[in-house]
């Protein structure tokens, strides 16, 4: 139950974020508003590390080199939404990037990519993402 919550606050605070940087963008860039939101989102970050204390960095050699791109990743979602957002709307792109999730991460959950226990993705799962695909195209009409 936790986990959800957890999940509904972040997927809340993803769209929260989506508008705030288009606007942002709209007055300074969509690289700049990238920026501003990539640099506020490490002292942000820092400062609940500083209060939370839940990891270690001597286990910062553990970490394959391939996972810490994570924040070169970040740039890009968060500079691909800005423009989604100005040029699609809100609802729509959410709901697009929602799908690309659900694609991408059946496509890690299927082959048991990244070290990801591998799924065994039966017909409910294709239905399902079926019917989202679906909505998004009722949604754009």
């Known amino acids: 139950m936790r986990g959800i919550l957890f999940a509904i606050i972040g997927g809340a605070f993803i769209t929260l974020q989506g508008v705030a940087n288009a606007r942002i963008s709209q007055d300074i860039g969509s690289w ?13 970050a820092l400062i609940i590390f500083f209060f939370v204390r839940d990891g270690k960095w001597q286990s910062f050699k553990q970490v394959q ?9 970040a740039a890009v979602i968060i500079f691909g939404n800005i423009i989604a957002i100005q040029q699609i709307g809100v609802t729509l792109t959410v709901s697009a ?19 990801v226990k591998k799924q065994k993705m039966r017909l409910p799962q ?3 993402i079926g019917m989202m ?6 949604l754009g009409i």
């Open 65 to 73: 080199p391939v996972y810490l791109t994570g924040g070169a990743l």
């Open 32 to 44: 700049q508003a990238a920026t501003v939101t990539q640099f506020t989102g490490f002292i942000t």
């Open 126 to 128: 294709f239905i399902g």
């Open 97 to 115: 990037v929602l799908i690309a999730q659900l694609g991408v991460t059946f496509l890690i959950d299927s082959t048991g990519a990244f070290g």
């Open 133 to 138: 695909i679906a909505g998004v195209i009722v």
